[in-house]
């Protein structure tokens, strides 16, 4: 072979591995910026979704806490009377309005003076589980009095709110606390009210069509496996 095409064979070698190498670059570039992309996308969707949540979060608390200053709930849970229960309990409208699967008004005695539970699923009245009956009593004032200590979402002094687990239940709750005064604030309070939702796969589409955004829930199952990786 002349000395011509030796050199000529080795320009076009030159080319070809000099193309792949650039070819190899930009696939690298793109990868990673496609990556890169895709992640800060991800990122992106989470965190509307979390604010999503949270705004739908802060709305049910301030239906609580409109509710909770209240004089007629005020003296409500100073003294239950039937034309009050009947007026704007009984109906059930502050649940099926607000999807409140729950509510409970507890007296400063930490006693059950009302309670209610619903299936907005189903949209029927069940019965409040004796679990959560308990969980509550046992732990309603001291989540108020303690609230420091827990990552509460609102930062009221009157009120708390967050997500937990319910004894027995596999999908996470809100819950939203308000102790109950009268309008003026000028009384101690007389007791405290308690609205839980459920996060169910039925609610957390409702809120997937609502706001556009695609969800999905977890079981606490889930979530501890998901801790453990």
């Known amino acids: 072979m002349s000395s011509r095409k030796k050199m000529l064979v080795l320009i ?19 990868d990673s910026s496609f990556q890169q992309l895709e992640t800060e996308s991800a990122l992106d969707a989470s965190n509307r979704v979390y604010h999503v949540i949270l705004q739908d979060l802060k709305y049910l608390h301030f239906v609580n806490v409109d509710n909770a200053f209240w004089d007629e709930m005020h003296q409500f849970a100073l003294k239950p009377n039937a034309k009050f229960e009947e007026m704007y309990l009984s109906n059930g409208e502050i649940l ?8 409970v008004i507890l007296n400063r005695d930490n006693q059950i003076i009302w309670s209610r539970a619903y299936d907005l699923a189903k949209g029927e009245v069940t019965q409040l589980p004796a679990s959560v009956s308990r969980y509550l009593k ?41 102790y ?9 309070y007389s007791g405290a009210l308690i609205f839980l939702r459920h996060l169910t796969p ?3 589409k409702k809120l997937s069509v609502k706001f556009q955004y695609k969800m999905q829930l977890f079981t606490k199952t889930q979530l501890a496996g998901y801790n453990r990786g």
């Open 12 to 30: 076009i070698l030159f080319w070809i591995v000099l193309l792949g190498v650039i070819l190899s670059g930009s696939k690298y570039i793109f």
């Open 96 to 103: 099926t309005d607000n999807d409140v699967n729950i509510l």
């Open 138 to 178: 046992t732990n309603v004032y001291r989540f108020l009095k303690g609230k420091e200590q827990y990552h509460n979402l609102v930062k009221k002094a009157h009120g708390l709110a967050g997500f937990f687990f319910l004894p027995g239940e596999k999908y996470a709750t809100y819950l939203s606390v308000s």
């Open 180 to 188: 109950i005064h009268d309008a003026r604030y000028k009384e101690p």
């Open 202 to 204: 039925q609610f957390v």
